[in-house]
């Protein structure tokens, strides 16, 4: 069955780094676009990131604005694994982030793991 692994949250400072992973099984992944949304208590879901599936040649990359220039989604198709390198973390990124199968990148979601946790804060 498809599965989706997300792991790498934590308590971070304001400012700091993260790196998250996302660890696909169950489906051929390089067929599909994955993406990561976020959830915070009390908000809305909101997307975050997105990167197709794409050739290297041909790969796309999408980012909600909050987040450009300071989160960086790649993917490695040999390993299953979709990564969200995220720099200058600020408070309000605080939420708990999944992985998801996303389609074309639309924010249409298909499945989706059970999420890590992201805190910032000092």
């Known amino acids: 069955q498809v599965q989706l692994v997300e792991s790498g949250g934590g308590l971070v400072q304001p400012g700091g780094s993260l790196r998250l992973s996302c660890a696909a099984s169950?489906?051929?992944?390089?067929?599909?676009?994955i993406g990561w949304f976020r959830q915070a208590p009390g908000k809305e879901r909101e997307g975050v990131s997105c990167?197709?599936?794409?050739?290297?040649?041909?790969?796309?990359?999408y980012y909600t604005d909050s987040v450009k220039g300071r989160f960086t989604i790649s993917r490695d198709n040999a390993k299953n694994t979709v990564y969200l390198q995220m720099n200058s973390l600020k408070p309000e990124d605080t939420a708990v982030y999944h992985c998801?199968?996303?389609?074309?990148?639309?924010?249409?979601?298909?499945?989706w793991g059970q999420g890590t946790q992201v805190t910032v804060s000092s």
């Open positions: 169950g489906f051929t992944f390089d067929y599909y676009a």
């Open positions: 990167i197709s599936s794409r050739n290297l040649s041909d790969r796309r990359t």
């Open positions: 998801a199968t996303e389609r074309y990148c639309s924010g249409i979601y298909d499945y």
